[in-house]
């Protein structure tokens, strides 16, 4: 949906749902204390995976959040308990086990997972998130090159651009995982001619240099203090020129997860020393704010707020 203007004075605040009102419903249906509601949980899961119909963008958003949500629940088993050969189940599941192997860096049965994600696939063909999952597993397990590249192939050719596919991709070819900065450049090199400028996939060669830029601060030393020439080499202050001017017109993006690719914007062009640009990106947040990639120089919520404010003021300066 077409992303509209906000107001700068609204309070900060994470919204792993970003502009999805019904998702952000059904999270606060499921945080909900003091009931036992596992079987109604479920419920409300597949009902609403089930609504979401085909539209894979907006399936692949939902589906991430909320197994990020619930991970740390039985929802999942036991709804894949009651329904051991649903595709939605088996899916939701696969996606679980991810959102949980991500964080330890270990998949706790990574045979099932993949068995898990076969059957879905094998149940509907034409759904992108098995293969997308299983692109999880192969960050995690560190598959060969040429088994990733032909889970690769399934995944994008159902869905081309999906947003979830490169940025699994981009986990895998990562130097923090296995892989190495030149892999990264090297993918990004090949895929962007290829990606429309508005594409849900669009802000990838953004992520990768937003992540290059983190892990050269991470590193300290004469690394981190020239972390910030980053931005002003070829091709990468291209890619943050043309984002800062085409990605805030109001109806650019239409993605499940636009909200999240205006936070890396804004985010990069304040690291690159731009905050004045950045005006027209939190403007379109309307104060939704993502975990990453704030948070890797504090409180995710209290650094966009600051960054926000210092936007705001250097914004107000230059008109003068």
Same mark, same amino acid.
């Given at each position: 949906m077409p992303i509209l203007p906000g107001r700068l004075n609204q309070t900060p605040h994470l919204a792993p749902e970003l502009d999805d009102a019904d998702l952000g419903r059904l999270l606060r249906q499921l945080n909900k204390p003091g009931r036992m509601k596992r079987v109604l949980d479920v419920a409300l899961i597949s009902a609403f995976l089930d609504g979401t119909g085909n539209d894979w963008d907006r399936r692949s958003h939902r589906i991430s959040v909320l197994a990020q949500f619930v991970a740390a629940t039985e929802i999942a088993s036991a709804w894949l308990a009651q329904e051991p050969h649903s595709a939605d189940a088996l899916v939701f599941h696969s996606w679980v086990d991810l959102a949980r192997g991500l964080r330890t860096r270990r998949l706790e049965d990574a045979s099932q997972m993949v068995s898990n994600?076969?059957?879905a696939a094998d149940l509907r063909? @034409?759904?992108?998130?098995?293969?997308?999952?299983?692109?999880?597993? =192969?960050?995690?397990?560190?598959?060969?090159?040429?088994?990733? @590249?032909?889970?690769?192939?399934?995944?994008?050719?159902?869905?081309?651009?999906?947003?979830?596919a490169y940025l699994q991709m981009l986990g895998y070819l990562s130097p923090q995982e296995g892989g190495s900065s030149p892999q990264v450049?090297?993918?990004? @090199?090949?895929v962007r001619p290829r990606i429309p400028a508005d594409?849900?996939?669009?802000?990838?060669?953004?992520? =990768?240099?937003?992540r290059q830029y983190q892990g050269l601060v991470g590193q300290g030393g004469v690394q981190a203090l020239t972390a910030r020439e980053l931005w002003i080499g070829q091709p990468v202050a291209a890619a943050l020129d043309k984002a800062s001017v085409m990605w805030v017109k109001p109806d650019f993006f239409g993605h499940a997860a636009a909200l999240a690719d205006l936070n890396v914007l804004a985010y990069a062009l304040c690291a690159a020393?731009?905050?004045? @640009?950045?005006?027209? =990106?939190?403007?379109?947040?309307?104060?939704?704010?993502?975990?990453?990639?704030?948070?890797?120089?504090?409180?995710a919520v209290t650094e966009f707020e600051q960054q926000r404010a210092r936007s705001t003021r250097s914004r107000s300066r230059r008109t003068f």
């Open positions: 994600c076969y059957e063909p @034409d759904d992108p998130l098995p293969w997308i999952a299983l692109l999880g597993a =192969a960050r995690i397990e560190r598959y060969r090159q040429r088994d990733v @590249d032909s889970i690769w192939r399934e995944a994008t050719g159902r869905d081309r651009w999906n947003r979830e450049l090297d993918f990004i @090199d090949v594409a849900p996939c669009a802000a990838a060669e953004l992520t =990768a240099y937003v020393g731009r905050a004045p @640009d950045a005006a027209g =990106a939190f403007r379109l947040l309307r104060a939704k704010v993502t975990y990453w990639p704030w948070h890797f120089d504090g409180a």
